[in-house]
């Protein structure tokens, strides 16, 4: 069983406020884990070892830190975002 944790779409959320709250699910988490975006624009957080390459925006220790994370999961967010635009 896969513990995939839905943060939340694109459609209804600034990637901003998906990358707070994916900093702030990893940093409970006891391992490193991975942020990803599926096709339909859903962000989750999952353990690095079932994501999806092709869905894989980052994997994340919670070492880091709550802002390091945020300011982490943010841009790797913004960059996916826009790589997905510029294939589209």
């Known amino acids: 069983?896969?513990?995939?944790?839905?943060?939340?779409?694109?459609?209804?959320?600034?990637?901003?406020?998906?990358?707070?709250?994916s900093a702030r699910w990893i940093v409970q988490?006891?391992?490193?884990?991975?942020?990803?975006?599926?096709?339909?624009?859903?962000?989750?957080?999952?353990?690095?070892q079932f994501a999806i390459d092709d869905e894989l925006v980052g994997v994340y220790s919670p070492e880091l830190g709550r802002f390091e994370l945020y300011k982490r999961i943010r841009d790797d967010l913004r960059a996916s975002i826009a790589e997905r635009k510029a294939a589209a």
């Open 29 to 48: 988490c006891d391992g490193p884990m991975a942020v990803c975006l599926d096709p339909d624009g859903v962000v989750t957080v999952e353990p690095a």
């Open 1 to 21: 069983m896969v513990d995939e944790h839905r943060i939340g779409t694109l459609r209804r959320n600034p990637p901003m406020r998906l990358a707070e709250e």
